[in-house]
């Protein structure tokens, strides 16, 4: 899951620092989730999401989910 988050970051340019400061997320929170190599909350999860304008199956997978209800 933080790979992805990486790999967003680096898609768009932004730092750490600058999507701490933007989304109010601390950088520790960060580096926490960072060396445990876990999932991250909920809430973080959402405020990713918000961000970058993703899905959580995306941050979880890096994959849209295809299909879906119609």
């Not at 790979?3 to 601390?26: Q, R, W």
Request: aromatic content about 12%; some cysteine.
């Amino acid at each position: 899951m933080y790979e992805i988050f990486e790999k967003l970051l680096n898609a768009h340019g932004i730092t750490i620092y600058k999507f701490c400061k933007e989304s109010g997320v601390s950088e520790s929170t960060i580096y926490t989730w960072k060396k445990k190599r876990t999932q991250c909350s909920p809430k973080l999860q959402k405020i990713v999401c918000d961000y970058f304008g993703i899905t959580a199956d995306y941050l979880m997978t890096g994959k849209e989910k295809e299909g879906g209800p119609r």
